[in-house]
Structure formats: C-alpha cells, structure tokens
C-alpha cells in the first residue's frame, strides 16, 4: 500500500502528465512571445529617467514565467507558459506594418501604470506605489501591499489609502511602489526573506509616477514576483495591495498565472503595438533627485535634498512655494499681477526616479507606517484605507504566484480568526506551535506539516514553502471550500437588432467583433456558449450541431419572460462553432429591413439569464437605445435633466440615480446565481447608464460606453475591448475577504460586488482590472513599534474550472508620529480614495456640496501638516508635505472633472462615476490630469532614445497656433490642431493639408515617412501602458471640438473653476484662516 504523502510534500507522479494549470489556456501555448504581443497594452509606470534605465528586454522571450499546470502539494508549481493568441483580423483595412527594432519600455518616470496593475491572471504582481510627487530622495516612504498574496487568477494589487478627514491616521501612508526588480536574490535573502521579486518599495507621490522603478538593463527571469510584504520578516510577493494613508500599492503575483491577452490586437485601425514589453518606461514624468536609496530618517547623517523653489532650508519631506503676503493674507484681493511664478508651483516632473525602500535591509525594514489611534488618524485627516486589486498583472520582473496544494485537509489555518498560514507567522516551540500574526491566538501545527526550526527561528523549509516566504500564493481549495462543481467557462453574447442599431453599424460591429474573438475563448469542453437578439421581442438561436442551420425561437411576451428551450440553446463551443460564426455573419442581413425602434433591454437580459441560471457565467450584452418596452422599461429624462440643471435645480443629482429598483432587483439575483453581466453601449442618443449601469456594478462586471458610437471609428476599439474583456486574466463565482490584526477592523467595502453579509463580498466575476476600497478604522489602540497584518484572500474558480484561493498578505509598522505619516503618504493612493468617494457621493449630493467636500479633504490634510510638522512659520509661504504636494494640483483637476461638471450630459456623467467605482490606483490621476504630448515635432530630438516625447503641463500656455497635440485620460484621446499648423506636417501624419479638412470621424493610419511611424509608435505605447485601445477624437481652435480639448486644461481658469495659481492661494488663505 502507498504511503501517504503529507501536504507539504511533493507527491508522487507529480512529473507524470499534470492537469491544466488552473489559469492555463491552450492558446497560450504556441509561442513564448506572443505573451509580449498580447500584453502590448499593459502599462506600468515606469520613469523614463531613472536610474539604469534603459529598454528592458521583453520578459516574454525568455523561458516561460507562468507556472506549471500540475500543483505538488506544498510546494510551488509552475504553469505552461501561456502565450497569447494572435492578433486578430482586422476590421478595417489598413496597412498594418510589423514592429521592427528592440522593444522599449516607454513610460516615463512619473507615468502611472496603465490599466493593468498587478500581474496578469496567474501572474504574481509587485507590490509598487508611486513615488512621491516631490523631488526630495527621502522625503517620503511608502510601503506596497502585495497584491498577489491574495487568491486570484491573477496578480491581486491592494493600495493603502490614508484615512478621511476626520478618521484616525492610517499606517498605509507609504506612497513609494515597489520596485520590480528584486533587491534581494531569494536564495540569498538574509534570515530566509521571501523573495518574489524586488522587495524594494519605492515611495513616489507623484501620480502618474511609474508603478515600479525603471527595469535594468540587464535581463531578468521573465516573471519574477517581488517580496510586498513590508515588515522586516521576509518579503512577501506583490498582489495589489495599497494602503491609502500612505502605503503604496500592494502589488501580488499569482502563482499559476494566465497570460492575458493583449487588450488590443492588430486591428484595422492601428498597426499592430510593436513588439516588446507590455511595461514600457513611464511616461509621467518622476520627481527629479528620487534616488533609489532608502528614505532618508529624520537625524541621519544622508544629504538633505536640495533646496525646492528657491526657498531656505527645509526639511526633505516638506515643499514651499511663496504667496505674497497681498495675495496670501486672509480677505486680500486677487487683483493685480501675481507674484507666484507658475514655472515654479508644483508639477509631475519629467525624469525623475521614485525613492525605492526595500523590504528588508539588513535586519530592519521600512515601510510606512500606521497611525496607532483614531485620534492620531483624525489629526492628520488623511484616510485609512486599502485599495485592492487581487488579479492585478505581474510586472515582468516578477515570479510567477505560486500553486499550493494542502490535499483535502485544505491550506493550514488558524483555528479562532481563520487566517491562512503565511510568512508572519511565527513557529515556537521547535516547530509544534505557531502564533497568528493577526490575532495572537497560539495553535498545533499539523502533524505533517512540522519542520524543525534553524538558528534564526525560521522553519528550515521556510525559503522552499511559498506560504511561508511569499507575500501572495494561491492554494488548491478542498471540497470543504465548494457548495457545488466548480462552473464551467459560460459566454452569453445578447445583441441589440432594433432599428437605430441596425442604420448606425453598431449590430453589424457587435456580430463581427464576436466573431473575431470565438477564437480567443478557452478552448475545451467545458466552454459553453449561447447568443440571442432582441428588438421588441426576444430571438434565440438553437445552435444544435444536428441542425443544418441555426435555427430562431422567438419569445413575444416581453413581461413574463421565459427561455423557450431548455437545452441547445447553450451549447459547447466546439459543437457549435461553424453555426456560430454563420449566424453572427447573417444577423445584420436578417435585421436590416426591420423598423422596430423598441426595445426591450430588461426582458432580453432576464430571458438571458433564465438560460445560463443552472451554470452562471458571463453575460455581453450590446445596446444601443433607451429600454423602452417590458420589463425595466425606462423613459428618456435627459431633457428633464437638463432644463433642471440650467434652473439650478437642487435635486438634479437625482437623474444620476436608477429611475427605479426593478434593474437593482434582477441584478441581485443574477448575483445569486453566479452571472456577470458587462454592456457594451454602442449608442448616439441618451440611454439611461445613472439606471442599467446598476447590473454590471452588482454582478463584477462594467459598462463600456461608445457615443457618439461611429462605425467607422469606433468598431475597432469595440472588437479590442472585448477581446481583452474575454481574454484578460479573470475568475468566476467568487467570494472575497480582508482580515486585519486587533484594533483595526473593516468598516466598508467599495466597488463593484454584491455584499449580502457586512464580511463578504460576492463576485460573479473578477478581473485584473478590477479594484476594490476597503476603508478601515481603530477599533483599539495600536502599539507603537508593533506590526499591524492584513490579509486578503480571494476564493475564485479559474476559467478552466479548479477552485482556487489566492492569498496576498502584508504586515505594516504601526507609529505613534504624525510627522512619519506624511513622510512615507502614498499620493497615488490618497487621490485614488478622494476620487472613489467623489464618485460614491454624486449620485447622492447635490455637486456644490461634492467639490466643497473634495476641497476641504486637501485643505484639512494640508492644515493638519502645517499645524503639527511643519517647520517654517512665515505667513507668505504655502508649505506642503514632500509627499503630497501635488495634491492640490489632482483636487483642482478633480473639481474640473467630467463627474463634477454640471454642463455635461448625464449619460457621460454617469458613465464617469461608474468608471470611477472599480478605477485601479495607477489610472485615477490620468482619468482628471490627462498626459499631453507634442506630436508635430517627434523627430526633432535625435538625442531622445524613449517613445514617448516629454510630457507637457495642461495649461493652454503650452499650447501653440503652430502645434498638434495629443491629450490621453486612459479611456480616451485627443488629437488638437492649431490654426496655423505646417501643411508639410499634417500630410505627413494624417493625410490632409489643411486643418480645415479635419474629419469627424477618424480610422487612424500609418503613412511611408519617419514622421507617421513615431507618431504610430506613441500611439500605441500608450494603449499598452493604459491596457485600452483609446479612441481617437480629432479637435481644431475655433470649433466646438476644440472647446472640448481647452476644457481639459485643468490648470486654466474656466467655467469649472479657478487656475491652478488661484487655487493655490484659495488653500492657503483657508490654511491662515484657520489656523488664526
């Protein structure tokens, strides 16, 4: 008889033919590269001007990173390389030329990461936040929570976010990422440190700031993952944790990682992105003089940075910037000429570096701290928060997050809080008891599981177990951890056939991009799919193989809906394929005489999900007009909007909430049953996205918004978005918890989900770039000095059907000084929670009220400084935390913001907080303060190796006649004309010679000249960092389009509010007044 094989050892066989890995996708198997093809839209924030920067070698050219598919028990598994289908056909013709020259990393310093954030599914994620927006080396410190210590298909990312105003300090203050290069070996890291990757946490403020320090140039293991965990134990791997009071992000890696397919693949419209690695080098500019050493401590003997805008000594973690006492006194009249220079206020600035702490130096760490009490939490007004992103994507540098299988006793835990057993822990006693770094409670360790303890009072198998020497894993759940099979990989696709669907395109769009992407689905048989139309009425489609053709079954009754089959409507994806692909070719011919205008929105989607109830999965749902008829009908109340809004109507807001609680209703039930809807809105007139918004938000899925929807311009972007919905690094029927030490508890979660107990959190569906806000608050007293642990654990079913728990854990320092909060704030994180709360009070608040309560957070953060830690007391100077001093600079831009607007449509407004609610940290600066390039003089700086040019302040100072300019939020484009451009210039890029000739609707191309191709270049760097496809809007001076492009000049006084100069000495008038 065998003998058993206890948990933590490798089993038997374990090189005989493994299962699939959980995140393993049979496409990815061809070509170790075509990872980098299909992460071409992963932005990482990375400075183009740090230290030994320079392009980093793609990682996907290396040997696989993803771990294997088999799991040994205890110990790590690697996936198959995964690598990412190909591009996919096009949509438009156009000439697509393949990438030539090494890849580049082309973010600059201070550019936040695109839309990824944490490592793709199964891919372990740093743990970085950004640099601090000041220019001192070690003003600020910043600790990055791992994202991929939770359980997730892909790297889970979590940012600490400080408390709110009025809440106690939080000890997530630390603003710097993690760097993605390891700074310890993890076989040579000191006591058996966790080593996934870079433990180095890097505490830039700066938004935009790249996630994790410039890659080096030499080349490194393709996933690497980084130690995140911020305690001077071992280092824990990176999911994205970030701690708003300060902390940075944490980023985690997953341990059995999927590649996720590049968000854009050569389609029509562009050339294909240029090979390389999806992380190009940060395009924000850093903080200049942001070393990579450690931040510096108050006493030590390092160089104090240099003096910032010609102001005496300060101290490194502080910035001032003089207001002439005229201006600066309380009451003081703004006229006459300003005395401040704007050269000199505070901006992202172009090449810098982020500070990099590591995780462990030496026998100490130091990541940034938490406040010890409330009091300490509501003096400094900062929030105390996480902000969590467990499937976030791995940097490259990382290693893959590992795949623990503890057999059917499940993963260890402790027996009163239910954590799970990760490396804070302590083992005593030789081995045979360990202590639960969250609640202090003592256990037996099983009996086989007990190993010995070294010298150091390590485990000696510690540096060979990934639960004890990585910040984030995975582990193989038991039976104990199902309520039933693990659901197979469903994929419902509902398109609109009414009318004005079918003139506009967006039907044909719809059937065509779904045809593109069947063959991005996971193959296999447990890939289920089903497709149905709907006008007034309901069509589905019997997709049977027997069948000759596809055959339609209408359902009429629109009230009490009913799914006429069965079975055969929902079909495996290889029985059906060939019915599947003529139905969707023949769909915009069968439809196109129709002249129902109708639609029945909430009957089509309930029929749906009658259809998938027995198994859940993925509902994509294209709309195109307001739901008119049955169940859910709504009518438009745009027009009611509007004339309230000129009235200055004190209820308008309410437009921005559900016109009723029946859509809410049905989302809660297809909660229930595991579905996760996402729409995709191909609309040219109002839609009501404040009503069907609800049923993503409460299933895990998200609204995609196209208007005015074009054809012409918009079907390549529509077939990009969902190849990347479909193909990105996800999991099904999830469930998710954090789990703090003593004296910290969770007091809310934020995002979206549906919660039906104050623990939990109910995911039908999670992807990598989905974040969620955890806000926290003391429920005891904290000891200085002692450690406060987090834990997040996400249990999700991988798109191939095993159930997995992704672990991501960090443990932080707690303190009893304030000054030690504003030195390690993680700006990137505190802006992250203001806008989250922004968005949660539009619909709610009339938007006086909201932006008085965006100004005030600044102002209160601000005051608390000056009041308690600064050191200089004149009058006439402003004086701002190193850390935080753009902060000002982001709440402005807030304030301008489209969410904050009363001249916007509501659909745009709606759509705007929907975005905002699952916004990962690295995006929320770029959505309010967008990046703007110059793109008519590309060529001209020969000495200039980065993609991207350098980045330009938003103020229309920096907007020249002669000049065409490219403006990016993450989600959307503009390209802007001066009336005087070169004609020689616009032939070269666009096609045309006079900026009269401006198109409307734009289909972007690549023209024979050294010009166009750069332009191209830039263009599709961006969509890698920002992992979307961007659409593209052409704006000229003189027409409302370029309105549209001044609007976003956040620093100009307009309609929306001051400049950025008046705004600055609003602040400081406030700060004087009340502090007298």
Request: aromatic share 8%; glycine share 6%.
């Amino acid at each position: 008889m065998a003998a058993p094989v206890p948990p933590g050892a490798p089993r038997p066989g374990a090189n005989a033919r493994q299962p699939t890995p959980p995140n393993f996708n049979p496409n990815y198997q061809t070509n170790p590269n075509s990872l980098a093809d299909n992460m071409q839209n992963l932005n990482l924030n990375r400075p183009l001007s740090m230290p030994n920067y320079g392009p980093r070698p793609s990682p996907f050219g290396q040997q696989p990173p993803f771990p294997q598919s088999a799991v040994s028990a205890g110990f790590p598994v690697a996936s198959p390389p995964m690598s990412r289908p190909g591009p996919s056909p096009g949509l438009v013709g156009r000439p697509a030329v393949p990438p030539t020259g090494p890849p580049q990393s082309t973010l600059p310093a201070s550019v936040s990461p695109g839309r990824p954030v944490g490592p793709p599914v199964g891919y372990p994620s740093p743990f970085g936040s950004r640099p601090p927006p000041a220019s001192l080396s070690s003003s600020t410190g910043g600790a990055v929570l791992p994202s991929s210590t939770f359980p997730s298909s892909g790297i889970p990312s979590v940012g600490v976010a400080p408390p709110p105003t009025g809440a106690r300090p939080s000890p997530f203050v630390s603003s710097s990422p993690l760097t993605g290069v390891p700074a310890v070996p993890a076989s040579s890291a000191p006591g058996g440190l966790l080593s996934n990757g870079p433990p180095a946490i890097s505490s830039g403020a700066l938004t935009g700031a790249p996630r994790f320090p410039p890659a080096a140039s030499i080349s490194q293991p393709p996933f690497q993952t980084p130690p995140t965990m911020m305690s001077a134990r071992a280092p824990a791997q990176a999911p994205t944790m970030r701690s708003v009071l300060g902390s940075s992000a944490v980023s985690s890696t997953s341990a059995s990682p999927v590649p996720s397919a590049s968000p854009f693949s050569a389609v029509p419209q562009a050339r294909p992105p240029p090979p390389g690695s999806p992380y190009g080098p940060q395009t924000w500019p850093m903080q200049p003089q942001q070393g990579t050493q450690p931040p510096l401590i108050p006493g030590s003997t390092q160089a104090q940075p240099p003096r910032m805008f010609g102001m005496p000594h300060q101290l490194p973690n502080q910035a001032m910037t003089t207001i002439p006492p005229a201006m600066g006194q309380p009451g003081a009249p703004l006229s006459g000429p300003s005395k401040i220079d704007p050269n000199q206020i505070p901006r992202p600035i172009p090449s810098s570096s982020p500070i990099v702490y590591e995780t462990r130096q030496g026998n100490s760490a130091n990541p940034p701290p938490i406040p010890c009490t409330a009091d300490l939490l509501t003096t400094s007004a900062m929030q105390l928060a996480l902000l969590v992103q467990p499937m976030a994507l791995p940097h490259p540098s990382e290693d893959p997050i590992q795949v623990v299988d503890f057999g059917e006793s499940g993963p260890v835990r402790c027996s009163r809080c239910k954590v799970y057993i990760n490396p804070f822990m302590k083992f005593v006693d030789q081995g045979r008891k360990f202590i639960c770094n969250l609640c202090g409670f003592t256990d037996d360790t099983p009996r086989d599981y007990h190993c010995n303890l070294g010298p150091d009072g390590r485990r000696r198998d510690a540096d060979e177990r990934p639960e004890l020497c990585r910040g984030t894993v995975e582990f193989v759940a038991s039976k104990e951890y199902m309520v039933r099979d693990p659901m197979p990989a469903v994929y419902f696709f509902l398109i609109d056939v009414s009318m004005n669907a079918v003139r506009t395109g967006a039907t044909a769009a719809a059937c065509s991009a779904i045809n593109q992407v069947i063959s991005d689905l996971p193959e296999g048989l447990r890939t289920l799919v089903g497709i149905a139309t709907f006008d007034s009425t309901i069509h589905f489609y019997n997709l049977k193989r027997a069948l000759q053709q596809p055959l339609m079954l209408i359902v009429p009754d629109i009230q009490d809906v009913y799914t006429p089959l069965q079975t055969d409507v929902i079909v495996q994806l290889s029985e059906c394929r060939q019915h599947l692909e003529l139905l969707l070719e023949n769909i915009p011919t069968m439809f196109q005489s129709s002249k129902t205008s109708e639609s029945c929105f909430g009957a089509a989607i309930k029929a749906a999900f009658l259809a998938m109830k027995s198994t859940g999965g993925k509902l994509l749902v294209f709309q195109s007009v307001l739901p008119s008829v049955g169940i859910g009908a709504l009518s438009s109340r745009e027009a009611e909007g509007r004339t309230n809004i000129s009235a200055g109507e004190k209820e308008a807001h309410k437009l921005l909430q559900p016109a009723d609680k029946v859509l809410k209703t049905m989302a809660i039930e297809f909660a229930e049953f595991q579905v996760c809807v996402d729409i995709f809105v191909t609309t040219q007139t109002y839609i009501d996205i404040a009503s069907i918004s609800v049923i993503p938000r409460t299933t895990g899925g998200q609204v995609y918004y196209y208007y005015p929807f074009s054809a012409v311009s918009d079907s390549a972007k529509l077939y990009n978005d969902l190849r990347w919905n479909i193909t990105r690094p996800q999991g099904f029927e999830a469930v998710m918890r954090v789990r703090c030490s003593q004296g910290i508890q969770v007091q809310d979660y934020s995002g979206n989900f549906c919660k039906r107990i104050p623990t939990d959190i109910d995911l039908p569906g999670i992807d990598c770039d989905k974040c969620i806000l955890v806000t926290l608050k003391h429920d005891d007293k904290l000891q200085d000095g002692s450690e406060c642990a987090f834990q997040c654990a996400l249990l999700y079913t991988t798109v191939y059907g095993q159930r997995r728990i992704r672990v991501t854990n960090l443990s932080l320092p707690c303190t009893n000084m304030l000054s030690n909060l504003f030195r390690s704030a993680d700006l990137d994180a505190q802006f992250a929670c203001f806008l989250k709360q922004a968005a949660i009070e539009i619909p709610t608040s009339p938007l006086m009220q909201v932006r008085e309560q965006v100004t005030n957070l600044c102002i209160n953060i601000l005051l608390s400084y000056r009041k308690f830690c600064a050191t200089v007391s004149s009058s006439g100077q402003l004086i701002l935390p190193e850390a935080l001093k753009l902060l000002p600079l982001y709440t402005l831009a807030l304030i301008k913001s489209t969410g904050l607007r009363n001249d916007g449509r509501i659909d745009d407004r709606s759509f705007w907080f929907n975005y905002v609610s699952y916004l990962s940290t690295p995006l929320a600066v770029p959505l309010v303060y967008s990046r703007m390039f110059a793109v008519h003089n590309l060529i001209s700086k020969d000495g200039d190796e980065s993609v991207l040019p350098p980045i330009i302040p938003l103020s229309s100072e920096h907007v020249s006649d002669d000049g065409i300019y490219l403006l990016e939020n993450g989600e959307d484009a503009l390209i802007y004309f001066g009336s005087s451009v070169d004609s020689s210039v616009l032939q070269q890029l666009f096609g045309f010679t006079s900026v009269d000739e401006v198109p409307t609707q734009f289909v972007m191309q690549q023209y024979d000249n050294p010009l166009s191709k750069k332009f191209n270049d830039v263009v599709n760097v961006i969509r890698r960092q920002r992992c979307s496809y961007l659409r593209l809007k052409l704006c000229k001076k003189g027409d409302p389009s370029g309105l549209l492009f001044f609007s976003c000049m956040v620093e100009d006084k307009n309609a929306s509010g001051p400049s950025y100069v008046e705004f600055l000495v609003h602040i400081h008038r406030q700060i004087q007044m009340k502090m007298s």
